[in-house]
């Protein structure tokens, strides 16, 4: 898919905004914001405004996953100092998908808020994510993840991806991050 379609279809669709965030990655940001400028001089049939928020999916320490979003007017140099100049590849030889950074979850919000960006941890509910459970024996949920990491990293979210709020997780979760922001997403192109 070319950057192109790929704006286009977002603005059929009627999105007003995108948080583009590859995995371990920031190429397609650039490419993007280039293109959806061409578009808005151009004036292309099917063109309508959509804001583009650059991004980030990573892969923690923990193996979990989060999501760091920037200002609409940042480029890719932005996450690009986050990647290569605060954050430290354990796995190197991997594909960008599959990168482990070194640092811990909590280590890596800190990172993203002294850079001006929000945190929003990705698909807590599913693998990777920083809720996932599991029901134990007498029917109730048990969060796989220590309270010791929950404790440190909960207050410090921005906000939290849900895929569903029809699950166990979030009913076991609700009243303790109430004050989050709830988002949904796709982790799909």
Request: hydrophobic share 40%; aromatic share 6%; with cysteine.
């Amino acid at each position: 898919l070319q950057p192109r379609d790929w704006l286009l279809a977002y603005m059929r669709r009627g999105i007003d905004c995108v948080a583009v965030t590859d995995h371990n990655c920031s190429d397609w940001i650039d490419k993007l914001q280039t293109e959806i400028a061409q578009l808005n001089d151009e004036q292309h049939e099917g063109y309508r405004p959509l804001v583009l928020f650059p991004g980030l999916e990573i892969t923690t320490a923990e193996s979990l996953h989060l999501l760091a979003v920037f200002d609409c007017n940042e480029s890719k140099a932005k996450l690009d100092a986050l990647l290569g100049g605060r954050l430290k590849v354990s796995n190197a030889d991997k594909p960008n998908a599959e990168h482990l950074f070194s640092e811990s979850f909590s280590s890596i919000i800190d990172h993203i808020h002294d850079l001006k960006g929000l945190v929003i941890a990705a698909h807590v509910e599913n693998d990777k994510g920083l809720l996932q459970g599991q029901m134990d024996g007498q029917g109730g949920f048990k969060p796989i993840q220590s309270e010791r990491l929950l404790a440190d990293v909960l207050p410090k979210l921005d906000a939290i991806e849900f895929q569903t709020l029809d699950n166990d997780c979030y009913c076991f979760f609700k009243d303790r991050i109430s004050d989050k922001a709830l988002v949904s997403g796709s982790d799909s192109h």
